[in-house]
């Protein structure tokens, strides 16, 4: 009987023990680590997968498909649980995602290196440039001006950047296969359709030496379209490019087709 | 005699959503890491005692990825298991179960496999049999006479869970974290039983409670409880008995905590129908029961359990 109540015991303490949370990260010194985080970029329509040259339907019994999907995202920037912000270098601030450079599950990777280590809790970055850094001219573009030329984002210098570029083809009840060219910009300084979005992260994002966490973020195409505001092909939305009344209204769209889906801490 | 048993239910491990490089948010404690789990049956349907050795095969099906249309893999799990049930006295027993995994997922004609020793577990039970009550009789006078059992027994189990399967944390980055032989976690094993075994029919029930605890990596799953029902009946011959089974068992899963945070779509529930049949000779007790899902909601659904077989053999105690 005392081998049994021992046994019972013992098997009872092994478990008040191990069951018990520690929470000893809590007062663990961050200062000077810095670390990398890696920003997944994930394109899809609605619940699914973005893919090119597949028909996806939207409003109005219109439907698409695109067989060019970039945006420009730049601004990238980090806020801590005590509210710290860390911007990452403006200089190499300025992305072109590129659905053509996704890995084989469909991601456009960013990877931000030198981020300061800290518990991070929101991201907030721009799609497309702002007037600050088209301000620079030219010359202070640094390397993302070629990139942008290369990939098709310019107009030319002075009617500036394109922050998406959808090409592709749509139908509609009395139209089959048109093309559809979505290249809405700001227009020089004339017309400013740089947005920002704020994103809370679902988990707390840790920055350390070793880690280097990962940020999923889906960007659901179908909100251009079918957004803040609903537009139809029909109505005109089909060629959208420097149209003061157009572009305001896909750059808001554009702006809410993102969120995080889910962090990486491993 | 008789009375006492436990549940024998075929597995459950749902789970193990798998995902590769891409995708490693989702992540149970199902996998083969919890082969040992209340809803797989701590025992043989008849006899209290024995030792011998189990065979489970699972398969899953699961989404490697965040969409609608993400690729599926496939998941098998082999798993090895001695498994005891030994008597300390007339009130006391213990189970232990010493599992060997070996784990393959498919995905895009690649095959990954892991295989190893799992995590030990062993529980130690107190039996409540219940008793006919003696009949008031003034002529009876011989209260030397063995009490009469009822057939109705309770059994109340305390146990842990070992991390003696390896966690390795470099698979919650590159493979599904469910994915693993071992949760590198002490865990805590509440149980309550109900056993009834008449002439004819018996029936085992059983609800246990797996407190999980944290692993080294800071990572843990979430508490578990497993129930199972099951009703046998017994069809004797000189020679054998046979026991033909069918039952109901499920899993109720928490989410898995990280960091200190709760993983979004890593919990789930999954219930389970199964059937199957002892047949005992001599000292021996052979058993086989297949089980399919009939309801499961794991991970988001990110992860579907397709089937689960077990075979058995025991040598009574």
Known sequence: MKLIKYTFALALCALISSCSSDDDNNNEDLTGQTGSVVLKFDN????????????????????????????????????????????????????????????NAGEIWVVLDNIDAANYTEITFGIGIDQD?????????GDFLDMATDEGMMWSWAAGYKFVRFDGTFSTTSLTDEPLNIHMGSVGTSLDNYKEVTLSLPNTVLVRESKTPEIHIVADISKV??????????????????????????????????????VHND | MVLSSITVNANTCPLCPENFRTETFLDCDLCGCSTSSGSFGFGTLSNANFVGVRYIYQSFESRN???????????TF????????????NKFFITANVPYQDLTRRFQGRNENLNGLGDISAIGWYKLEFFKRRKLDASDVNYNSPK?????????????????????????????????????????????????????????????????????NEYQFGNQLSYSVNVYTVFSTDKMNIMPFAGLSGD?????????????????????????S?????????????????????????????????????FAL
């Open chain 1, 44 to 103: 899809a329509v609605g619940d699914q997968d973005f893919i090119f040259g597949t028909t996806y339907n939207k409003s109005n019994n219109e439907s698409f498909q695109l067989s060019t999907l970039k945006y420009i995202i730049s601004n990238v920037r980090v806020k801590d649980s005590e509210g710290n912000t860390f911007m990452f270098p403006v200089e190499d601030n300025a992305f072109i995602i590129n659905e053509e450079d996704g890995n």
């Open chain 1, 133 to 141: 850094r088209f301000a620079l001219g030219a010359e202070g573009q």
């Open chain 1, 225 to 262: 379209f079918d957004g803040v505001t609903s537009v139809n092909f029909a109505d005109g939305y089909d060629q959208v490019h420097t149209d003061a009344q157009k572009t305001p209204v896909i750059a808001s769209n554009v702006q809410s087709m993102f969120m995080v889906h889910h």
């Open chain 2, 65 to 75: 990825g965040i969409f609608e249309n993400s690729p599926k893999s496939e998941e």
């Open chain 2, 78 to 89: 082999n798993t090895y298991q001695i498994w005891a049930q030994v008597p300390i006295n």
């Open chain 2, 148 to 216: 009469e059992s009822s057939g109705h027994s309770l059994q109340f189990g305390l146990g842990i869970k070992l991390p003696t399967g390896k966690f390795e944390e470099a698979l919650t980055d590159n493979v599904n974290p469910g994915f693993q032989v071992g949760t590198g976690s002490v865990d805590g094993i509440f149980s309550l039983g109900y056993n009834y075994g008449g002439d004819r029919i018996g029936v085992n029930t059983l609800m246990s409670y797996y407190l999980k605890g944290e692993n080294k």
């Open chain 2, 252 to 276: 109720v899963y928490d989410s898995i905590i990280q960091y200190g945070e709760t993983l979004a779509d890593t919990d789930g529930d999954i219930l389970n129908a199964s059937i199957g």
């Open chain 2, 278 to 314: 002892e047949l005992a000779i001599e000292k021996f007790i052979f058993g086989v029961s297949y089980t399919l899902p009939v309801n499961q909601n794991l991970f988001g659904d990110n992860v579907e359990s397709i089937q689960r077989f077990s075979v058995y053999v025991n």
